[in-house]
């Protein structure tokens, strides 16, 4: 890094873009089928009576659009959409090319006659348009049959299925070889754009993929004289739509009235959309994408959610409450250890019996307790708020009569009104015990499931 650092930029060619601009066009790039998909899939989901049929044929639509778009922006701004997003252009390789002439400064000295040559020809931009779309989409295919045979391969289940049809034998053997060449192929064509990659980061050649250093390409950067012939582009369209001079003498046929007024009041102004749409909203689809990206990859978005996370802070309760919330959490999550004494009475188990957690107690204990559970709770949850409101007097000594006339009055509203839901409840791990019910006429519990155990 030391030492691109200390290159000197004067000494540097304008014109050729650098290896970072073409890794972040090829990297957009290939965000952007990902993301259609995952918003076709968002909506399918929603509406998949419309779009279940899309969805199943996206490869191939988006091939076609894919294409289309990249088509249009090869043939007005001979760069790719995500390359034009970056300011980067596709030109045809000449003799200007060569190191010993000084290719930007023939561009400012003569930019029509340096560029008319430097166009990409029919051939090159139909070139450009499959290595964009076509392999990625030939690719695609050849892993998804790649991962389906390739487990029949490694098993021995890829045999054909009659051995005395010669053309289902021949298809068995296709599909094979497929197994067999598919990872070299594919590591031969990711070897030979390394080593393009390699060349271009050198300065030997200016084409950093195969395919444009097969056919001629080089990259160069968008100038005004690309804009300005965009803009004429723009001009002649309508001029070609406005009136035409009267020089013809033989009349219109009603065909090419027909085809004149058609192009005038549909095809135009469709294309004329389509050309905006290409031109405004994607360019602005890709920067909320690349926004997005950086956002979720960025530290700020939980910086942001920190900075407003911390108005909560008044909200949260002092110190010293949190250690005794903490202290009774800790009693809550004591581990019982099985033993010879009963959990409820403390004593030595008589007449076992066993419920259905698989806890042990006396006959008796386990009984009493499950009757009047929803009683025994209540009245630990009324001790453990006294010990509490005790503890607190030490602390705040003003408000002790008053948490005493209140406590008095929950005590006179509780014994009234129970929390049937508390009741009915393993007293080891408070899991609710299914054959426990509540009785709505004897008000108390119904109960049922206790096993007891012979020695």
Same mark, same amino acid.
């Given at each position: 890094m030391e030492y691109y650092s200390s290159l000197d930029a004067s000494q540097l060619d304008s014109e050729t873009p650098t290896l970072f601009e073409l890794l972040s066009a090829n990297q957009l790039e290939e965000?952007?089928?990902?993301?259609? @998909?995952? !918003?076709?899939?968002?909506?399918?989901? &929603?509406?998949?009576?419309? /779009?279940?049929?899309?969805t199943n044929r996206f490869d191939e639509l988006n091939l076609v659009l894919r294409g289309f778009v990249e088509w249009y922006f090869l043939k007005y701004w001979q760069g790719t959409f995500t390359e034009n997003f970056y300011g980067l252009k596709r030109v045809n390789r000449t003799i200007l090319n060569d190191g010993r002439y000084d290719s930007s400064r023939l561009t400012q000295l003569v930019p029509s006659l340096v560029e008319e040559?430097? +166009? /990409?020809?029919?051939? +090159?931009?139909? !070139? =450009?348009?499959?290595?964009?779309?076509?392999?990625?989409?030939?690719?695609?295919?050849?892993?998804?049959?790649?991962?389906?045979?390739?487990?029949?391969?490694i098993t021995n289940q890829l045999v054909p299925k009659d051995p005395n049809n010669k053309k289902d034998v021949f298809y068995t053997f296709l599909k094979r070889k497929f197994v067999e060449v598919f990872p070299t192929l594919q590591s031969i064509i990711k070897g030979a754009n390394l080593i393009t990659l390699l060349m271009y980061l050198s300065g030997k050649s &200016?084409?950093?993929? !195969?395919?444009?250093?097969l056919f001629g390409?080089?990259?160069?950067?968008?100038?005004?004289?690309?804009h300005s012939r965009y803009e004429k582009s723009n001009e002649l369209g309508k001029s070609r739509n406005g009136p035409k001079s009267n020089n013809r003498v033989r009349p219109e046929s009603t065909l090419e009235l027909i085809l004149r007024l058609t192009d005038k009041t549909l095809f135009s102004p469709l294309w004329k959309t389509v050309r905006f749409i290409l031109g405004t909203?994607?360019?602005?689809?890709?920067?909320?994408? &690349?926004?997005?990206e950086w956002w979720n990859n960025s530290d700020f978005a939980t910086k942001l959610s *920190?900075?407003?996370?911390? =108005?909560? =802070?008044?909200?949260?309760?002092?110190?010293?409450?949190?250690?005794k919330r903490? #202290?009774? /959490?800790?009693? *809550? *999550? @004591?581990?019982y250890k099985p033993g010879k004494l009963c959990p409820l009475c403390h004593e030595e188990i008589s007449n076992h019996a066993i419920i259905e957690t698989g806890y042990v107690f006396c006959y008796t204990c386990i009984y009493n307790y499950l009757q009047n559970?929803?009683?025994?709770? /209540? &009245? @630990?949850? @009324?001790?453990?708020?006294?010990?509490?409101? #005790?503890?607190?007097?030490?602390?705040?000594?003003? #408000?002790?009569?008053? #948490?005493?006339?209140e406590e008095n009055e929950k005590q006179e509203s509780d014994s009234i009104a129970y929390d049937i839901s508390k009741g009915g409840r393993c007293p080891v791990t408070g899991r609710k015990l299914l054959g426990c019910k509540w009785n709505e006429v004897k008000q108390e519990w119904d109960i049922d499931g206790l096993r007891r155990l012979m020695f």
């Open positions: 965000l952007l089928s990902p993301s259609l @998909r995952y !918003i076709l899939v968002h909506y399918t989901t &929603k509406y998949p009576y419309y /779009l279940l049929k899309i040559r430097r +166009q /990409l020809t029919k051939f +090159q931009i139909a !070139i =450009s348009v499959f290595e964009i779309t076509g392999t990625a989409y030939i690719l695609e295919k050849l892993n998804y049959w790649y991962e389906i045979l390739y487990p029949k391969y &200016k084409s950093p993929s !195969i395919w444009t250093t390409i080089n990259f160069s950067r968008l100038n005004s004289y690309d909203f994607f360019p602005v689809a890709i920067f909320s994408l &690349k926004f997005l *920190k900075n407003l996370g911390n =108005s909560l =802070s008044t909200v949260l309760p002092p110190p010293s409450s949190l250690s903490g #202290d009774h /959490l800790l009693e *809550k *999550k @004591r581990v559970s929803h009683k025994i709770v /209540l &009245k @630990r949850s @009324r001790s453990r708020d006294v010990n509490d409101n #005790d503890d607190n007097d030490d602390v705040i000594e003003e #408000d002790e009569e008053e #948490d005493e006339d």
